[in-house]
């Protein structure tokens, strides 16, 4: 990939967005027959699948809490997803991928009404295009919902960076590789409302206002994904109750 | 129809009407499953539309011997948990008579939820009139979300499904339920399970079903 001579021209990013707008997303419900909930994904030119199996019983045995259950995280790009192939197998960005998704789902997931049991979440990346941990977040969320799974709200997740001095939300690929910060948040939402924030990462620098900036323009952006969400979640189910 | 909610939804203020599938924080009273928002006057409550099946005191559930061990059988009960059957909750169970004689791997029996310890530890009992080890007949298997609606507002679904096909029903609250009697009537009876789970959250289906077995059993007479 080449570097753009700017990023941002005339309030415009390069791929026609203005510097608030979200890439388009997609979400399909219960896309896979096989798990307990599951969702695909489409955040841009990201691709995602989430599956969700559980609670089950916990094995091997002493992975077993009996006081809550285990939660797994598997977030794992295939091979194909990026423009150089990709090494199969874990490497240690998704291993700390998975561990800090893991931790935000953590808070938001009664762990405690399955003691001995774990819950499974596996998320595939089919083709990467920036953020793909945020939209894995997000489908991931999803899925959890479909499968029937007490949590306290829902999980939403969205990406800040700084582009040619200034903040952009929901960054792309190229934004990502020649900006200059960038942080990915998720946010637990609330009766429609944001209560905190489970997840942030952060790569590059940015000042103390910049960054107070971007919690904002994340907060504006994570709340019209959640509606997304849950018209997806909505809209599979009401389906389902009329053509019955 | 009801409206649906999902985790998270704020539903009231009264933290005394909060029941079933909601939990309170700070005096409010919050969803935490995805389902069917029930409002009474006295309880607001989610009905699941899907999810594992927990199980609680008292439920009848069917299980599935997977482990013998020496006093008692290791259960599959469709849920996150085993349970287990003690030798001596088993009437069948006589002195000289080998474990495995009395229930093998892979039977399966009607049982009642007695115990669950705080590690859910669950413990199941035959000492009760319903309870027996399923030697005939067939089992059927559905999301156990889906089982309140086979049974009906007091048991009004499984009484029409009894009285017009004349066949046994026994429901377990975790998802399978047993069939037994005419081959063809279980085969209808099968088929208008699968139709409750299907349209499990549609109004008037105790009607829908009605019709449905009338023009089945027509069809075979």
Redesign the interface.
């Known amino acids: 990939m080449f570097k753009p001579e700017k990023l941002i021209f005339d309030g415009k990013r390069i791929d026609g967005r203005t510097l608030d707008q979200l890439r388009p997303i997609k979400i399909e419900v219960d896309f896979l027959k096989r798990a307990?909930?599951s969702c695909y994904l489409e955040m841009g030119k990201n691709r995602v699948v989430a599956a969700v199996y559980?609670?089950?019983?916990a094995y091997p045995r002493h992975i077993q809490d009996?006081t809550k259950a285990v939660i797994r995280y598997r977030y794992n790009m295939a091979p194909f997803s990026v423009e150089e192939r990709k090494r199969p197998g874990p490497d240690r960005r998704s291993v700390e991928i998975s561990k800090v998704s893991k931790e935000a789902f953590e808070a938001v997931i009664?762990k405690e009404?399955?003691?001995?049991?774990v819950i499974d979440i596996f998320v595939e990346v089919l083709q990467a295009d920036a953020g793909s941990r945020t939209a894995c977040i997000n489908a991931a969320s999803v899925a959890l919902?479909?499968?029937?799974?007490?949590?306290?709200?829902?999980l939403t997740s969205v990406a800040v960076a700084k582009v040619d001095g200034v903040l952009v939300l929901d960054p792309m690929k190229e934004e990502d590789n020649f900006g200059e910060a960038d942080i990915p948040f998720a946010f637990?939402?609330?009766?429609?409302r944001i209560e905190s924030i489970a997840l942030l990462q952060m790569d590059g620098r940015m000042t103390k206002e910049e960054i107070k900036e971007a919690i904002k323009l994340a907060k504006k952006g994570a709340m019209e994904i959640y509606q997304m969400q849950?018209e997806a979640?909505?809209k599979k189910?009401?389906e389902?109750?009329e053509?019955? | 129809m009801r409206k649906i909610v999902l985790p998270g939804d704020f539903l009231s203020n009264n933290t005394k009407l909060a029941s079933y599938g909601t939990y309170v924080e700070g005096e409010r009273v919050y969803a935490k499953i995805l389902g069917l928002l029930e409002e009474t006057d006295n309880s607001i409550k989610v009905i699941p539309l899907k999810g594992k099946y927990t199980p609680s005191v008292g439920d009848t559930v069917i299980g599935i011997v997977n482990e013998i061990s020496a006093n008692g059988w290791n259960l599959d009960i469709n849920s996150p948990y085993q349970a287990f059957l003690p030798a001596s909750e088993n009437p069948e169970t006589k002195p000289g008579k080998k474990l495995n004689e009395v229930l093998d791997m892979g039977d399966s029996v009607i049982t009642k939820v007695v115990n669950i310890d705080p590690r859910m530890k669950v413990t199941v009992t035959m000492r009760e009139k319903i309870c027996r080890a399923i030697r005939f007949g067939r089992i059927v298997a559905i999301n156990p979300a889906r089982i309140p609606r086979v049974i009906g507002k007091k048991g009004s679904m499984i009484k029409l499904i009894k009285n017009e096909l004349e066949v046994q029903i026994v429901v377990g609250q975790n998802g399978l339920i047993w069939l037994n009697g005419d081959r063809k009537k279980i085969s209808i009876a099968e088929e208008v399970i699968y139709l409750i789970e299907e349209e499990a959250h549609t109004e008037g289906l105790t009607d829908r079903v009605a019709e449905f077995i009338r023009r089945r059993k027509n069809v075979q007479t």
């Open positions: 307990d909930g559980g609670p089950r019983e009996p009664m009404l399955f003691p001995r049991s919902v479909d499968a029937g799974i007490p949590m306290k709200g829902m637990l939402i609330r009766g429609d849950r979640i909505m189910f009401l389902e109750g053509n019955g």
